[in-house]
């Protein structure tokens, strides 16, 4: 009997296994994941993933090296999913999961479950919007205590930077936060102020030399004191989207992005710009990553990153109309030139990952009205098709799309000797991907718990078919596997000993 008969037959009764048993709760054997088109950060090929018991990725192997591989006696479970590309998971690395204290707005059941039916098996939770937020060491245990029993896919945590919360820092990196998150403009929430100019020295001194990420909404007020105010406005509605874009120009990020670039040459830390919105940011980091560089800086790029959103990418300020605050975001969406100057610095690999930026509240809080509406956009669950929807109708690949949302932000966070790429050693976060198939967003397909989005009814390009977190299945055909099987990736000892 040949050995590529054996498996085929080994192919076949798995797949009978499958569709019988449901959802898979423990590795129980090695199992061998199959595609025509396996998807690394560098190209694609025809072959296979081994993963052993743990959920760690063993092997990788072209489709002619399979057939000599030899398992000794192992039990080996095959999964083959045809034409479906096979891609590492997505890791997000900017969520606002909320919870706890705000819950109403999104909680770690709901949101974990909505990112495992988007292909994402890591989410980064950001510090606020939760009461308590996550600035003291104190918080942070009280937020991973909600969250290590409700996670379908695996969390870790940012830390925030706020004024006078300088001496839990230290404690909060070894409870295991893989960075911290600050504002140089007004958050919208109390209880997490903005960091001012005259703090920022302090700040950089103590993360100096340290390994985690400062990461920054880089938006300066306008005015003292008056930072969303509409000045100069053509047309006052504030009704009209035009009036909220006409309060936040690009001069807010390019004059909070150059501020931030005076730090860098002084200190060695890495510095990240989160949601970048306009365009013209990526040259003043270029040039501050450049000096970093020639100094002999050895973290990765440098140590000055920045990333944009899905909804940058896939919209324009000219689309959005009147009293559909659904698509307001702070920095907003803006015109359709620097949408396109944005799709060009992807394509020169010039900015440095893609992050959801979910940041959902309840409906009331939306309304009519641009000037007074939350400013936050829902999209966990659809990133990954986002994305692709708009890369390949720009004719970019599918390794194009696992650097920016899967390796990236790996990096970014820290974790790329264990996510965010196919390779040996590496968790086995692994995602079917039909990148031929569409859909449309629907409130019924929606995992995530307001349902208001600006991708309402919007066809998109490419569908996540099944989820696997270290080996084990967590999403298949529209349905969540029923039990959380996600971890915390924090520092156990420091927070529940």
């Not at 039916?117 to 600035?135: H, K, Q």
């Not at 790029?301 to 944009?308: F, K, Q, S, Y």
């Not at 397909?445 to 989005?453: A, D, G, H, T, W």
Request: hydrophobic share 40%; with cysteine; aromatic share 10%.
């Amino acid at each position: 009997m040949s050995a590529l008969y054996i498996y085929f037959l080994l192919t076949a009764l798995l797949v009978a296994e499958i569709s019988c048993r449901g959802f898979q709760v423990k590795n129980q054997a090695k199992q061998l994941f199959l595609s025509r088109r396996v998807v690394t950060d560098s190209g694609e090929f025809d072959g296979g993933v081994l993963v052993d018991e743990d959920g760690i990725i063993s092997g990788i192997y072209t489709r002619e090296t399979l057939k000599g591989l030899k398992f000794d006696g192992a039990t080996v479970q095959v999964i083959d999913g045809g034409d479906w590309a096979l891609m590492a998971g997505v890791v997000d690395s900017h969520v606002h999961v909320n919870e706890p204290g705000r819950t109403s707005w999104e909680g770690y059941v709901t949101a974990t479950r909505a990112a495992a039916a988007g292909g994402i098996t890591t989410l980064v939770d950001m510090p606020l919007n939760s009461f308590p937020p996550t600035t003291t060491l104190e918080n942070l245990k009280i937020k991973a205590a909600v969250a290590r029993e409700e996670v379908y896919i695996d969390v870790a945590f940012w830390g925030g930077m706020i004024p006078g919360n300088e001496i839990e820092l230290q404690n909060m990196i070894e409870a295991g936060v893989i960075g911290f998150k600050g504002y140089l403009i007004d958050s919208g929430i109390t209880e997490f102020p903005n960091v001012e100019k005259d703090e920022l020295d302090n700040i950089f001194s103590i993360l100096n030399g340290s390994d985690v990420t400062m990461a920054f909404h880089t938006e300066l007020p306008i005015s003292a004191g008056n930072d969303t105010q509409c000045e100069n406005c053509e047309v006052p509605d504030p009704n009209l989207y035009s009036t909220y874009l006409a309060s936040h120009p690009p001069e807010m990020e390019l004059n909070a992005a150059s501020l931030l670039a005076s730090y860098i040459p002084k200190y060695d830390v890495h510095v990240h710009v989160v949601h970048v919105s306009a365009a013209g940011v990526i040259p003043i980091l270029e040039a501050a990553r450049e000096e970093r560089i020639k100094a002999g800086s050895k973290r990765w790029r440098g140590g000055v990153t920045a990333e944009t959103c899905h909804h940058y990418l896939t919209f324009s300020s000219e689309q959005i109309p009147p009293g559909h605050t659904e698509f307001k975001c702070s920095p907003p969406i803006r015109n359709i030139s620097n949408k396109l100057q944005l799709w060009e610095y992807i394509k020169e690999r010039r900015i440095d990952l893609i992050a959801s930026d979910h940041s959902p509240s309840v409906a009331t809080m939306k309304g009519p009205n641009f000037m007074s509406a939350w400013g936050g956009i829902a999209s966990v669950q659809f990133g990954l098709s986002l994305f692709w929807t708009e890369a390949k109708a720009r004719g970019l690949s599918l390794s194009t799309v696992s650097h920016y949302l899967s390796a990236g932000p790996a990096h970014l966070c820290g974790l790329q000797n264990r996510k965010g790429t196919i390779q040996p050693g590496l968790d086995a976060d692994l995602v079917f991907f039909d990148p031929e198939a569409s859909f449309v967003v629907t409130p019924e397909i929606i995992f995530y718990k307001n349902k208001l989005s600006p991708y309402m009814y919007r066809v998109l390009t490419g569908k996540v078919m099944k989820t696997y977190v270290r080996g084990q299945l967590v999403y298949t055909d529209g349905a969540v596997y029923e039990k959380p099987q996600g971890q915390l990736l924090i520092n156990d000892k420091v927070l529940f000993n």
